[in-house]
């Protein structure tokens, strides 16, 4: 049963993306490794851009400076 877990910031991704997500983790598995898409599981964790760094520093800060 492969378990694929996406990270992504929480900027207004919206439902039909998140679902497209889902849709083409589970079919890239398919194709490549041969996965059953019935026990396939996606997660997909938005976490706020306070709480993800990049060098040193929260991505609210760098996308504040325009880096």
Avoid: C
């Amino acid at each position: 049963m492969p378990y694929v877990n996406i990270k992504i910031t929480r900027e207004g991704v919206t439902a039909d993306q998140k679902a497209r997500l889902i849709q083409g983790a589970t079919q890239l598995l398919v194709d490549v490794l041969g996965k059953n898409p019935q026990t396939t599981v996606v997660v997909i964790d938005e976490v706020d851009t306070d709480n993800w760094g990049i060098g040193g520093e929260s991505v609210t800060l760098r996308r504040a400076r325009g880096s």
